[in-house]
């Protein structure tokens, strides 16, 4: 899997932080709130991109996001410890070079 688009999630007890990755070009960055429409929102962003993506996710609802998002968007998904990347932008960057 080569993906064009990877994305990092960290989560937090109050918020999603979100930041995705293109090869080559500066991270975007969003949040969304840490609620059932938040993961919703996310679950949206992450279904609109039309392939599947590379995604790490740390952080309080790391589990739950990986098991929830990476099987809907049809993603290779990593949960990462909170000790390696615990920043969005360091996650999508770590989604990106893992192999």
Known sequence: MNPD????????????EVAALEAGQTPMVMKFPAT???IEG??????????????AVA??????LALSLGH???????????AIADQAVSLA???EHAA
């Open 36 to 38: 059932a429409m938040g």
């Open 5 to 16: 688009l990877c994305i990092g999630i960290a989560s937090t007890k109050d918020s999603l």
């Open 72 to 82: 809907a968007c049809g993603s290779e998904t990593f949960i990462v410890s909170a």
């Open 93 to 95: 960057r770590y989604a």
């Open 42 to 55: 996310v679950r949206i962003f992450l279904s609109g991109h039309g392939k599947p993506v590379r995604l």
């Open 59 to 64: 952080g309080v609802a790391a589990l739950s």
